[in-house]
């Protein structure tokens, strides 16, 4: 008979199970703006979903009631690291497209499941389950080190992306929260994190134990796997979409000694911004300004890189808190909340209003208000 020992872990793990095949059919079958990159986003819950299936069929003993379950190939976890490296760079770049040659990061997973049959033969010919083989006590261990080193290494790339991401936006969006992947970002180092926690796990499973420890020992890093990845693609689906109007992130100008001309347009850029007030429009793009301007966006964006030593979002918002200040020294405004002078400014929303200031000032917008009341007392 099946043999169900329910304990926390594995009502975690079960729970798990209904919540990631909700979320991963959402991801994979909801038409949306990013459908193509939640596709893959998707099939990395799906991944872990199945593998949750696979602990609880052993913890079950499921083999006891259905003898040929382990037959099914439930592990795909030389796929993991490719997925989310890829949902990270589509994620990142609309205009991106997956090609045949993104198809040569899953070569592994083709030796994995090659693996996984070769391990099935075994438990036929000796009518036994696959756990207990010899193939699959001498390549599993293998597998699982490959697997770790394959997607802590793609979580590094995905992070490059993100950063590179950033990078980008600064160049572009005056206020860019709206686009920011910081929440991706976070969940993406624990999630490598605990994967890399799973070295030690595994060699000391494989070297004191045998390779004999039972699930339950596994369960507390399962459980939080399981809540990560379901963690992250919630977010992805629950997070409005938003869209970039600029999909090409690709600098057409090389980098190279500002001419005297740059710095001539880099002091008319400012009296300009100083004139026409355009850090007021809280929407501000490179793009727009560049049109309001009459200049080409790459020209504007080599003006403010290289004349100015700045990026889009810090020249921008660095007059806009340059404004705020200019109010509160005057005491006119009084009346209005910092919030409210800040939209009245060009920011869009408390969080980026409260980071901006505080690099450019090195305190809070509060903090500041308080001393000036203080110095004019």
């Excluded at 703006?33 to 199945?50: E, H, Q, Y």
Aim: glycine share 2%; net charge positive; hydrophobic share 45%.
């Amino acid at each position: 008979m099946c043999e169900i020992n329910l304990n926390i872990f594995n009502l975690i793990i079960i729970a798990s199970i209904c919540i990631g095949t909700t979320f991963g059919l959402l991801l994979i079958f909801t038409k949306r703006i990013n459908k193509k990159a939640n596709v893959l986003l998707g099939l990395v819950t799906f991944i872990i979903v199945f593998w949750n299936i696979w602990i609880l069929s052993l913890d079950f003993q499921i083999t006891n009631y259905i003898p040929h379950f382990y037959l099914i190939p439930l592990n795909y976890s030389l796929a993991l690291g490719p997925l989310l490296y890829l949902y990270v760079k589509k994620i990142t770049n609309f205009s991106y497209r997956l090609s045949k040659k993104d198809s040569i990061h899953f070569l592994p997973l083709v030796i994995e499941l090659a693996i996984h049959f070769m391990i099935s033969r075994d438990a036929l010919v000796n009518n036994t389950i696959g756990i207990e083989t010899n193939t699959y006590l001498q390549l599993m261990p293998v597998v699982q080190f490959f697997a770790i080193i394959s997607i802590v290494t793609y979580c590094l790339y995905a992070l490059k992306e993100i950063k590179v991401y950033h990078t980008w936006l600064n160049k572009n969006y005056s206020n860019n929260d709206a686009y920011s992947l910081r929440w991706l970002y976070r969940l993406i180092i624990v999630f490598a994190v605990l994967w890399f926690l799973w070295t030690p796990y595994t060699i000391i499973d494989y070297i004191v134990f045998n390779f004999q420890l039972g699930i339950s020992d596994y369960y507390p890093i399962y459980a939080v796997l399981s809540i990560i990845t379901i963690w992250i693609s919630a977010e992805a689906f629950l997070r409005p979409e938003v869209i970039l109007l600029e999909a090409n992130r690709e600098n057409s100008i090389d980098k190279e000694k500002p001419s005297e001309e740059i710095f001539k347009k880099a002091s008319w850029l400012k009296e300009q911004m100083v004139t026409n007030r355009f850090y007021l429009n809280s929407e501000l793009t490179l793009k727009s300004l560049a049109e309001n301007l009459k200049m080409h966006p790459n020209i504007l964006s080599k003006v403010i890189n290289d004349g100015l030593d700045k990026n889009f979002s810090d020249f921008v918002n660095e007059y806009r808190v340059n404004a705020i200040i200019e109010k509160l020294h005057s005491g006119n405004y009084d009346h209005i909340t910092l919030l409210g002078l800040s939209f009245e400014c060009g920011f869009n929303s408390k969080t980026t209003f409260n980071r901006v200031f505080k690099n450019i000032k090195g305190i809070t917008p509060l903090h500041y208000k308080k001393s000036i009341k203080k110095d004019s007392q």
